[in-house]
Each structure stands twice: as structure tokens, then as C-alpha cells.
């Protein structure tokens, strides 16, 4: 006697769609969510940090990060990685500030973001052209940018006595920080491109599957070279920010700047494995490691557990992306 095997009931089987729903949203906005959670958390033990003060002093400290970390998004949907955005950010910065003390402040700007994508352009190039590794490729460009700003400086710093040229760093509107309104401006453009142009989806496409873009038409050699070049372009503009908030500018002034970026970036939930990412991710979690920073100080943390803190986060973040990656590649 043979028995005929038992359906689910449409109860069983709708509470599983369901729980896969909501599964799948925990797993595209949790981010959100621990951003929030952070902010209210930090706001309980220290109200003054959304006093209006603060925030434009978070927006006005960590839009060079937030820029760079734009066109870091770019490079690591791509599949590819940036670690020489910190010499770019100080070499642009260095030529911003040489050129300052001479010229007017749009010429030394515009020249900043020349040196930024050339040298995206030859990061792209190396990479996709000559097949050289991202990781080896940019490491090896970093030292190669940062000794040529040596050698030209030899090391010294320059100064710009020239108030007009604060005005992209330091200028104010209604309290609100230019360079604030720069960095909310460029993610909102950035973030548009990416999710609604053809070009966007190319991005995600040969970051995804190489191969499968390359017989479907698409260009995944070029594709990855503009990447390069747009994130060129916002570590030159993330040294112009800074060089013109200090008036002031060195060679080798880039300390921790690329890990800060990638954790930014990687927090906010853009896979390293590429194809996968957003620009309003990346402002989460430059949302997130700004609350952290500006918590740590309005609460005395000493430093050393800063950096033990922060470096927790940024192994949680790629381990929870590794999960989400083995689960997106089973479905």
C-alpha cells in the first residue's frame, strides 16, 4: 500500500514565503537598522551629538572620506581594489596647495583633479590592460605616487595664505559646511548613475560576471578603468578638501586614510567580491563609523580601544559578507 505524499498546507507554505521575505530584507537593510540603533544609542549617552554644532563638525571632518569612499564603491563593484587612493589624496592635495600660493583657487583645484585621474587612469590601465592584480597593482602605484611627491616636495609642507582658498573646505552656508553639501551632493549623483544608468549597470555587470558581460557586448575592459578613474578623481578631491580646510598641505599625509575608506565602504555592506553594493550604502556606513569616531571622543574612549573596536567591526563586516555571499551563490 503505497501513500501519496502530503502537501503543505497554504498556511505552512505562506508563512515560509514570508519568513524568506523578511529574511531577505534583514539581510538588504539590516545596515540601516544598526545604524540607527548606534545613533540613538550614542545620542542617549551623549545628547550634544546631534546638536547642530556637531554635525556639521561630523559632515565638515569626514567628507573627504565620504568622497573617496564614493569612488572606492565604484572600484569594488567593479571586482577590483584601491589601495593607493590615500597617495592620490596627498599627492592632489600637495599639487592644490603648490599651486595656491600662486594661482587662483579654481586653476590649483582643477589641477588636483588632473593628477587624481591620471592617476586613476594608469591604476586602470595596469589592471585591465596589463592583467596586473588590483591588490599588487594599486600597492605598487601607492608607493610609486607617494615617492613622486616626495621627490618633488622633498618632503616639505606648503602653506596657502590665501583665504579664497578655504573656502572649499572651511566655507559655511547657514552653519552647513560646504564640502558637507559637496559630499550629500556627489552620493546622490553617484548613487542615481549606479542604480539607473546604462552605465551603472555595466558596473554591476562585469563586477558580477566578467565573462557573461564580455559575450553579452558589454566593454569589461573599460568599464573598470572609468571605475579607477572616478575613484582617482574623488581621492584627488578628497585632498583638495582637506588641503583647503588646513591651508596646508605634505606628501606623505595619508595616515590611515585607505582603512578608513574600506571600512566605510565594506560596513555599508558593498561586497568585495563585486556585482554587489550601493552608494547609499557606502553613506551608511560612513554614517556608522563617523557616529563611532564622534562617540568615542564626546565620551572619552581612549584610543587604543578605538582601534581594537574598530578593527572588530571591520572583520565583522567582511565576515558577514562572506556569509551573504555563499547564500546569494546557493540561491
Not at 80 to 89: A, E, P, Q, R, T
Not at 289 to 316: D, E, R, V, W
Amino acid at each position: 500500500m503505497t501513500t501519496s505524499p502530503v502537501a503543505p498546507s497554504p498556511t505552512a507554505a505562506a508563512l515560509r514565503i514570508r519568513s524568506g521575505w523578511w529574511l531577505a530584507r534583514a539581510q538588504s537593510y539590516g545596515i540601516v537598522f544598526v545604524a540607527l540603533a548606534l545613533i540613538a544609542l550614542v545620542t542617549v549617552l551623549q545628547p550634544e551629538f546631534i546638536a547642530p554644532g556637531n554635525i556639521a563638525n561630523i559632515l565638515s571632518q569626514w567628507a573627504p572620506v565620504g568622497v573617496m569612499a564614493i569612488g572606492m564603491t565604484y572600484v569594488v563593484i567593479t571586482g577590483g581594489f584601491d589601495l593607493s587612493v590615500g597617495s592620490i589624496y596627498a599627492v592632489s592635495g600637495v599639487t592644490a596647495a603648490a599651486l595656491g600660493s600662486t594661482q587662483a583657487p579654481v586653476v590649483a583645484f582643477l589641477a588636483a583633479f588632473a593628477v587624481g585621474i591620471a592617476a586613476g587612469l594608469v591604476n586602470g590601465v595596469v589592471i585591465t590592460v596589463l592583467k596586473v592584480n588590483a591588490f599588487i597593482a594599486t600597492l605598487g602605484s601607492s608607493l610609486v605616487f607617494s615617492g613622486i611627491g616626495l621627490v618633488i616636495t622633498d618632503n616639505q609642507p606648503f602653506v596657502v595664505d590665501f583665504p579664497p582658498f578655504r573656502i572649499l573646505g572651511a566655507g559655511r552656508v547657514a552653519g552647513i559646511p560646504y564640502s558637507g553639501i559637496l559630499l550629500v551632493s556627489l552620493m546622490l549623483i553617484a548613487g542615481a548613475a549606479l542604480a539607473y544608468t546604462a552605465y551603472g549597470q555595466s558596473v554591476y555587470a562585469v563586477g558580477g560576471n566578467p565573462e557573461a558581460s564580455r559575450l553579452a557586448g558589454l566593454r569589461v575592459t573599460w568599464t573598470p578603468v572609468s571605475a579607477y578613474v572616478i575613484s582617482g578623481f574623488c581621492a584627488a578631491l578628497g585632498g583638495a578638501i582637506t588641503t583647503s580646510q588646513l591651508s596646508y598641505a605634505q606628501a606623505n599625509a595619508s595616515s590611515d586614510l585607505v582603512f578608513n575608506v574600506l571600512t566605510v565602504v565594506v560596513v555599508g555592506g558593498t561586497s568585495l567580491a563585486g556585482g554587489v553594493g550601493a552608494i547609499w550604502r557606502t553613506a551608511v556606513g560612513l554614517a556608522i563609523l563617523a557616529t563611532l569616531q564622534n562617540g568615542f571622543n564626546l565620551l572619552h574612549i581612549n584610543s587604543y580601544y578605538q582601534g581594537i573596536i574598530k578593527g572588530a567591526i571591520i572583520i565583522g563586516a567582511l565576515a558577514l559578507d562572506g556569509r551573504l555571499s555563499l547564500s546569494r551563490s546557493r540561491r
